[in-house]
């Protein structure tokens, strides 16, 4: 799927009207986090979805996972089957309301959702991408060393973004999301995850890997100190000195 090749808006407050309409509509897809956030989901949905506008609501105060979740919901509500026309659109945040439909229907187990939300994971755009981990993130809290079980295989995945999103998916901390107190207590439960990519060549990945520790360090200092001077041993690659020199970044 093609992305529009154009600079974005910075701000909420400096989107271009126009460029805002287009979002509304479903259009174009975000060109930057600041167009998401200032795209009105009830315009959106009333546009794309109007048999979901006619019984919902959606709070423009709520934050924008909440406002995800919420128009997942919404949609499920309605009883049709409209994840393949989600997953196609040509909107990124459609793409993502997607993601949360897929990981909130109630008839698939928590293995059957995160097979499917590969496709998510690997969307073009670095929007969908991060919301598919977000929408699985609740789940992953719930079952944290299942989560670890089943997405050993994507860590060796030939795709960045896939590899990407095993790490991100189950940060200690993560970002707008609940932490993961095995995780924060206990990182070494999550080293079959780790192993695999502490060379990626990758830098989306190395980031990933380096915020993961840095993460954990936070509460088990030892243990991340203790793996990256294992790392540090020999000769290691460019990638994994980048990844120790960013997971330690907070050490003094």
Aim: overall charge negative.
């Amino acid at each position: 799927m093609a992305v529009e090749k154009r600079k974005g808006a910075a701000r909420i407050a400096d989107v271009p009207e126009d460029i805002l309409a287009k979002l509304n509509a479903g259009h174009i897809e975000a060109a930057t986090l600041s167009e998401n956030l200032a795209t009105d989901f009830n315009a959106l949905l009333a546009s794309v979805l109007p048999q979901v506008i006619e019984t919902t609501t959606i709070d423009p105060k709520a934050g924008i996972t909440k406002r995800m979740a919420a128009a997942a919901e919404a949609i499920i509500a309605t009883g049709d089957d409209v994840l393949p026309m989600l997953q196609s659109h040509r909107s990124d945040l459609i793409r993502g309301w997607g993601a949360y439909v897929l990981a909130a229907l109630p008839e698939l187990t928590f293995a059957e959702k995160l097979m499917r939300m590969r496709d998510f994971a690997d969307d073009t755009h670095f929007g969908v991408r991060e919301w598919a981990w977000l929408a699985m993130r609740p789940q992953i809290v719930k079952q944290p060393e299942d989560a670890v079980a089943l997405l050993q295989p994507w860590v060796t995945d030939g795709s960045e973004n896939v590899r990407r999103f095993a790490i991100e998916a189950v940060r200690p901390r993560g970002v707008w999301s609940a932490h993961i107190a095995l995780f924060k207590s206990q990182p070494e439960t999550a080293r079959a995850l780790l192993d695999p990519v502490t060379s990626d060549p990758a830098r989306y990945v190395q980031d990933s890997v380096a915020n993961w520790l840095n993460d954990a360090w936070k509460t088990s200092p030892e243990w991340v100190e203790g793996y990256c001077a294992t790392l540090a041993q020999g000769q290691p690659s460019d990638a994994t000195q980048y990844i120790i020199k960013r997971a330690l970044r907070n050490k003094k």
